[in-house]
């Protein structure tokens, strides 16, 4: 019985070890079985490999292709993504560029006409007569229409006379009203011969003008002192102060437009050690 038993745990670990083989023994059977004479499984032939080789990059150029076109729509995407904003975006964008008040339309503000003084308005006549004048020779009607009073004037008795004192800068000059047709003579010659300039011209005639009298009296004036422009300005002054002695309702008129004020302004004198009234002499440092 004793045999029998060791028979048995001898025999166990031998079939233990057939039924799973270790990793010694299958390489054995296969070097056994070679040395049988079976054939071993022989590799694949080279143009087989090749052509799996040239299938492979193919499969890999697919995975490119699709995803660089996976790529190309995702940034097509990524470019369409910013159009498509939320409309609160656009227009804190838009408030942003556009400048507060753009739309806004300008208020226009006219300039106030500031009072012109006696001798801008001379001016301003006479180049409107010039004006008048140039347009009437190439007309071919050398005769103006004579513009119509404000009122009538005055009537003035046959031997009446009125004199008055006018002043300008350094001019002074002595008028003489009288009835008459509109004649002005200064210093024994015409107006136009002794001021041939229309604005001195049109400066003389202005309160004439103004208050309608300018062809129902005469005017005869002596004037010294200053140069043209001077005695013009006091002539005028002198015509105008005998208007009113004439008709005293035209003094308003008058004063209104300055025909009346004495023009202060005149040249300042020379100081001693400058070259004018106020020009200095050139400093040199050096």
Same mark, same amino acid.
């Given at each position: 019985m004793i045999d029998d038993e060791t028979q048995k745990d001898e025999a166990t670990p031998e079939q233990d070890q057939g039924d799973s083989p270790a990793g010694p023994v299958g390489e054995e059977d296969s070097s056994s079985s070679q *040395?049988?004479?079976e054939e071993p499984t022989s590799p694949p032939p080279a143009g087989d490999a090749v052509e #799996?080789? =040239? #299938?492979?990059?193919? *499969? #890999?150029g #697919?995975?490119?292709?699709e995803s660089e076109g996976g790529e190309a729509e995702g940034s097509e995407a990524d470019e369409e993504a910013p159009a498509e904003k939320p409309k609160a975006e656009e227009k804190a964008e838009k408030k942003k560029d556009v400048i507060p008040g753009a739309d806004l339309e300008p208020i226009a503000v006219e300039p106030e006409e500031r009072p012109r003084s006696a001798e801008e308005q001379a001016r301003l006549e006479a180049e409107e007569e010039e004006r008048a004048q140039r347009e009437a020779a190439l007309v071919g009607d050398a005769e103006e229409e004579p513009k *119509?009073? =404000?009122r009538a004037p005055a009537k003035i008795e046959g031997d009446a006379r009125y004199l008055a004192t006018g002043k300008r800068k350094t001019s002074?000059?002595?008028v003489t009203v009288l009835p008459g047709s509109g004649k002005i003579e200064v210093n024994k010659r015409e107006l136009e011969e002794f001021f041939p300039r229309p604005l001195h011209q049109t400066t003389v005639r202005q309160p004439l003008t103004t208050t309608g009298y300018e062809k129902s009296v005469d005017v005869r004036v002596r004037v010294h002192g200053g140069g043209i422009s001077g005695q013009a300005g006091a002539v005028r002054h002198g015509i105008a102060r005998a208007l009113t002695k004439v008709d005293p309702e035209l003094r308003g008129e008058l004063k209104r437009r300055?025909?009346?004020t004495r023009d202060a302004r *005149? /040249?300042?004198?020379? /100081?001693?050690?400058l070259k004018k009234a106020r020009k200095r002499p050139q400093f =040199? /440092?050096?």
């Open positions: *040395a049988a004479g #799996e080789e =040239s #299938e492979a990059p193919e *499969a #890999e #697919e995975v490119v292709e *119509a009073a =404000s002074i000059a002595r300055g025909f009346l *005149a /040249k300042e004198r020379r /100081k001693a050690g =040199s /440092k050096r």
